[in-house]
């Protein structure tokens, strides 16, 4: 009876011990690898942009482990549905139904073309659990607070949020580029994240200063149902 309640002590001091140990970054990459080993969820992105550009709507997102993780978003009005499987994606678009993201980054002759640029991003698109897992990677002095855990992005992080990509030369240059990030975990769970970003991009010999705030909400854990239409699976084939 007494080695028992020894070993029980013993035990709960060395918990103890764990959690003290813990950081916050700690709990951030914990809640994003909880998220991750989901077999499903949904999420939204919400975008605040300070210095006008073109009209970015809210993206609606869902995704199954393993399988299909499909984006409903609109840019300028015009609605774009997203199919992405492993590094395959299918994008769709009113004018031009289904295409896979090769057909969709054919250049348009010039201008914006919010169709290639949405293959860009498909391409190198990550989900939640895997951007928060980036993210808590390239912050610095994360800070648990009341308003959840807090901190700076690197200049890389934050030129990569700026860019909407991750790694490639083909991309627009960015230049003062500064970030901040905010996460919340509540028992262990990513419910919401934010980012707030700002730089100069220049792209094609012009300067744009950016200034944006993205906001992801977690929501149906467990619950989601990813549909995939036919024609856009026969666009990652």
Do not use: C
Not at 23 to 41: E, M, R
Not at 42 to 55: D, I, K, L
Not at 67 to 89: C, H, R
Not at 149 to 174: C, M, Q
């Amino acid at each position: 009876m007494k080695t028992n309640l020894i070993f029980t002590l013993t035990m709960l001091a060395a918990g103890s011990l764990l959690a003290a140990d813990s950081t916050p970054k700690d709990d951030v990459t914990a809640a994003a690898a909880a998220l991750g080993n989901q077999p499903n969820y949904s999420w939204r992105a919400t975008v605040e942009a300070g210095n006008g550009g073109f009209r970015r709507g809210p993206t609606d997102g869902k995704t199954e482990k393993g399988g299909y993780t499909t984006l409903a978003m609109s840019f300028n009005d015009n609605a774009i549905e997203v199919v992405i499987q492993g590094t395959n994606a299918a994008i769709k678009t009113t004018d031009n139904g289904w295409q896979s993201a090769a057909e969709a980054s054919q250049d348009n002759g010039g201008g914006f073309n919010p169709t290639m640029f949405i293959a860009r991003m498909a391409q190198s698109y990550k989900t939640p659990a895997a951007e928060t897992a980036s993210l808590a990677g390239e912050s610095q002095n994360l800070t648990a607070g009341t308003n959840g855990i807090s901190g700076d992005l690197t200049e890389d992080g934050a030129k990569a949020l700026l860019t909407f990509r991750r790694g490639g030369n083909d991309g627009p240059t960015v230049s003062n580029a500064k970030g901040s990030v905010t996460f919340w975990v509540t028992g262990g769970q990513l419910v919401k994240y934010q980012t707030h970003v700002t730089g100069t991009v220049s792209f094609n010999g012009n300067d744009r200063d950016v200034d944006r705030t993205t906001t992801t909400e977690i929501k149906d854990v467990g619950t989601t149902k990813v549909e995939v239409a036919d024609d856009a699976k026969k666009k990652l084939e």
